[in-house]
């Protein structure tokens, strides 16, 4: 068993503009993958029992676990990669992972927007420090299923490629009633008046979809950046007119400039300093919080919630109206 959080790291990796990707596989001496590591509260090996909850062979959930009286969803990651909405009735059982008879599985425990979820991959690798200037942006490249559940990539310690799975896009795809009942309360948004706009910064396409839509729902301008560094250059581009920008939601883990640089460069610099700056983050951690705000983010929010985001547009932007 491995555990992964540690407070001090977190503060320093982000201070210096740094993540660590735990590395792994889904077959053996095949394609290296990575997920932040502060988004895994742990890795085990498990070899307890199984609670069935579906014998649907299109399911993505292959049951329930439980630990130390902790009981969560099981996702088999390789049958994810395999999976399309487009096609939701389509048997993944042929995709699971494989596992010699007698073998433990190998379970990613993972902790973001506020859920708790077992993730099965084949092997853990070795934990990679780098550079979000390191991390190259892929998402949206190509249009097959399965390089749409990748949204970035960078190279191993031998050179060869490590892909960053979108983790948030798998929970939608898993739990999609989590995005409908997100659909529920954007029918309840109010509709705002107001000529300023909001700048919007996320390296995820399905969570810039879902913003898109909730910011839309309340009728506000708003701007969108895949990453942290594309929203600091429009900020300050001479053209710019920075007294129209009225607020930013920012993700935290982004490349090339993470939310943390975003909020650091922005308050520090007098002309900016005084734009409210919003963290819409699965890394939901009271850890990540703590630094956000020490570093004068304005708020905090879990991932994408429409109530919250409502709250957020009425405290900060509103106010400026009157």
């Known amino acids: 068993m491995a555990s992964l959080s540690n407070v001090d790291q977190i503060t320093n990796l982000h201070k210096n503009n740094e993540l660590q990707l735990l590395c792994f596989r889904l077959e053996k001496g095949k394609d290296i993958y ?5 988004k895994i509260r742990e890795v085990v090996k498990y070899k307890g029992s199984l609670t069935i909850i579906t014998h649907d062979s299109s399911s993505l959930v292959e049951g329930l676990i439980t630990m130390r009286e902790l009981t969560v969803p099981l996702i088999d990651l390789k049958k994810w990669f395999h999976y399309d909405p487009h096609m939701p009735h389509k048997d993944l059982r042929p995709y699971a992972i494989q596992r010699d008879k007698g073998q433990e599985d190998i379970v990613m ?3 973001f927007s506020r ?7 084949y092997e853990a690798d ?11 942006q892929t998402s949206g490249i190509g249009a097959t299923a399965q390089n749409s559940k990748l949204v970035s990539r960078t190279r191993y310690f031998d050179g060869s490629l490590v892909q960053i799975v ?3 896009k798998m929970l939608v795809e898993v739990f999609p009633w989590i995005e409908n009942e997100k659909e529920e309360e954007m029918r309840r948004l ?4 107001c000529d300023k706009d909001i700048l919007l910064a996320d390296d995820s396409p399905s969570v810039l979809k879902t913003m898109r839509n909730i910011l839309t729902s309340t009728g506000l301008h708003y701007h969108d950046f895949p990453n942290g560094q594309k929203l600091l250059d429009y900020v300050f581009n001479p053209s710019t007119n920075i007294d129209k920008i009225g607020m930013i939601i920012t993700d935290l883990e982004m490349p090339e ?3 943390f640089e975003v909020i650091r460069q922005l308050k520090s610099n007098s002309k900016t300093a005084h734009i409210p700056i919003i963290v819409n983050s699965s890394m939901s951690g009271s850890s990540n919080e703590e630094l956000a705000r020490s570093l004068s983010a304005d708020d905090f929010i879990s991932k994408s919630q429409p109530m919250q985001i409502e709250e957020c547009i009425r405290k900060f932007l509103m106010k400026q109206n009157h």
């Open 166 to 168: 979108d983790i948030e």
């Open 109 to 111: 425990i993972c902790e």
């Open 126 to 136: 070795r934990i990679l420090n780098k550079k979000w200037t390191e991390i190259e």
């Open 257 to 259: 400039a993470s939310g």
């Open 34 to 38: 990575g997920v932040n590591v502060f």
């Open 190 to 193: 109010q509709r705002f008046n």
């Open 115 to 121: 859920w708790t979820v077992g993730v099965r991959i």
